[in-house]
């Protein structure tokens, strides 16, 4: 299960922590945000019990973004195409 989909699912049982939320580890005392350290205590490796959400672009494949952006290029340059030929 993704990241996103873990926290969609927990959100509606229990809470979700988000970029502003602050969580204090029990073993080291240490205040940090699991947002930004990837749901764990950067020290000890604690992780607390509510899902971490994670924005959608994290998650997305980099070679399917390459592939939707080339095609909505291409398509672009044929509008611009036809649109010269035109005049």
């Known amino acids: ?4 989909a873990a926290a969609v699912t927990h959100d509606a049982h229990g809470q979700t922590l988000g970029p502003h939320d ?3 580890c029990p073993i080291d005392d240490l205040e940090f945000r699991p947002y930004y350290t990837d749901g764990a205590c950067p020290i000890c490796g604690w992780r607390p019990d ?3 959400g994670r924005p959608w672009w994290l998650d ?8 939707v952006v080339a ?3 291409a ?13």
Request: aromatic share 6%; hydrophobic share 75%.
């Open 71 to 73: 095609a909505v290029v």
């Open 60 to 67: 997305a494949d980099p070679v399917l973004v390459a592939f």
């Open 1 to 4: 299960m993704t990241s996103l």
């Open 50 to 52: 509510e899902a971490v």
């Open 75 to 87: 398509a672009l340059m044929v509008v611009i195409v036809i649109a010269a030929y035109r005049s």
């Open 22 to 24: 602050h969580v204090v």
